[in-house]
């Protein structure tokens, strides 16, 4: 499987290899006349482990090598651009489950200048805390010394009544003075504010975050990321918050998953496509920064109210084989073809309305689409996957039919070991809705079970 090359370099490597094991085997060690005469033999036996190594471990033609450590990425002076908030229990897991990929798969950990986490549950922030994921981030805490217990799912109404207002204000406030010290540096500031946010009353301290933050970073683009949950109460409270935010509208867009449709499954989609198009720019050459990709997605109009609301779709291929060298260190390999298979079977697959996160209309006319390809594969054979993948796409008018589509290849690391078989292929696709924030709400006002929109999804 992984000899390679012509057969006259194997066997003259192979003999060239006899040959010196002979030699070696055939010394009596004990007349060695002096140390010099032993570092030779040691520096020898070494020389023919590398030799025989290489002659084994190569990949034969047909082969992409695996990433399967932290991916090496170019250095990019855009360091530290992004901050991002975790609002409640459902943001902070998120979020460190974000952070675990920016520094572990991505190897872009510098892009996050900092991390704000307002979680009131002082059980629940010390849990995260010893977990680790945060860890080499700079974080700042809101701390609320009378809501130490959180508000436990309560509504925003509940939330944003005096008596419970004046537990949490000024902590927040506080929470983000320190927070922006923490972020202002000479010449830097966050161009992109991520805030994921729980559902019900978290939702109202979602906004006035991205207000306090929106006063000292007023250039920055907002982005919430919340859920529909799957209780209607909760999910009423989305229209209530998006309904409280057109009043004073801060954020650019709303991206939001329905938990409907499936919780994991649209947790890891999301965490995935925010690694891949933060880590694009830096693996493949002339690819759009993150920032900009997500402008690009939603462009204001005078008619929108409250901001855009973009769409997200995954898909994911499990069981891509992966072929690990015999012989130690341990490489990974996977073979070309199943590579190039697996990467249009999902760029093709992903349009399917069954695989968004949320059932909304998509997308709006005339507005950037990105479809993101994440394989696990070292450069230069990503590009050349995405070469070849280009190609054949074009050859079926992929790019004619839309020409507001654009594709991007990343590499994310996954974690493997000498039993591991196989990699997985993720392809997402971010699209802004047509529906708008009025069509968001009304979702989240609609009684419709998941098995109706699961059926909807189906039939469109």
């Not at 084989?321 to 015999?326: C, F, K, L, Q, W």
């Not at 280009?390 to 070991?417: A, M």
């Not at 529906?435 to 989240?444: T, Y």
């Amino acid at each position: 499987m992984f000899l390679g090359g012509n057969f006259f370099t194997e066997r003259f490597g192979l003999t060239f290899l006899a040959t010196h094991v002979e030699e070696v085997l055939s010394m009596d060690f004990s007349q060695l006349p002096d140390p010099i005469t032993v570092a030779g033999v040691g520096v020898t036996l070494i020389a023919l482990y590398l030799i025989l190594w290489w002659l084994v471990t190569r990949p034969g033609r047909g082969m992409f090598p695996v990433v399967h450590h932290r991916p090496p990425v170019a250095h990019t002076l855009a360091s530290g651009r992004t901050a991002v908030v975790a609002v409640g229990t459902f943001g902070v897991n998120l979020v460190a489950q974000m952070a675990l990929n920016f520094r572990v798969k991505a190897n872009c950990q510098d892009q996050i200048g900092g991390i704000l986490v307002v979680e009131f549950d002082r059980a629940r922030r010390d849990e995260v805390a010893n977990k680790g994921n945060l860890q080499g981030y700079r974080v700042e805490c809101a701390d609320a010394p009378l809501a130490t217990n959180g508000f436990g799912g309560e509504s925003i109404e509940v939330v944003n009544k005096s008596e419970n207002r004046v537990k949490w204000v000024f902590d927040l406030n506080k929470g983000i003075t320190g927070f922006c010290k923490l972020l202002s540096r000479p010449a830097i500031e966050p161009t992109v504010i991520l805030i994921y946010a729980s559902t019900g009353g978290h939702l109202l301290l979602a906004i006035e975050a991205a207000k306090s933050l929106h006063s000292h970073f007023s250039r920055a683009d907002i982005y919430a990321l919340t859920i529909l949950a799957d209780e209607t109460d909760q999910r009423k409270e989305l229209a209530i918050a998006l309904d409280r935010h057109r009043t004073e509208p801060i954020f650019r867009c709303w991206l939001v998953a329905d938990n409907r449709l499936g919780m994991v499954k649209n947790d890891q989609i999301l965490t995935t496509f925010l690694a891949s198009i933060w880590q694009a720019c830096r693996v493949v050459p002339n690819t759009q920064d993150p920032y900009n990709i997500l402008r690009d997605l939603y462009k204001p109009t005078s008619g929108d109210i409250g901001g855009g609301v973009l769409v997200l779709s995954g898909w994911k291929h499990s069981d891509l084989a992966v072929y690990p060298t015999p012989l130690p260190p341990i490489d990974f390999f996977i073979k070309r073809d199943d590579a190039v298979i697996a990467v249009l079977d999902g760029i093709l697959a992903v349009e399917d309305p069954r695989y968004k996160c949320i059932n909304l209309a998509a997308p709006v006319p005339n507005a950037q689409r990105y479809v993101v390809v994440n394989i696990a594969l070292r450069q230069p054979y990503l590009s050349e996957l995405q070469s070849e993948i280009v190609q054949r796409l074009t050859e079926i008018d992929y790019f004619t039919k839309d020409p507001n589509r654009r594709l991007i290849f990343s590499s994310l690391g996954e974690p493997l070991n000498r039993s591991s078989t196989f990699i997985p292929v993720t392809v997402t696709l971010i699209q802004a809705s047509s529906a708008g924030v009025q069509g968001l709400i009304d979702l989240a006002r609609s009684e419709e079970t998941a098995q109706t929109q699961a059926a909807q999804l189906q039939a469109a």
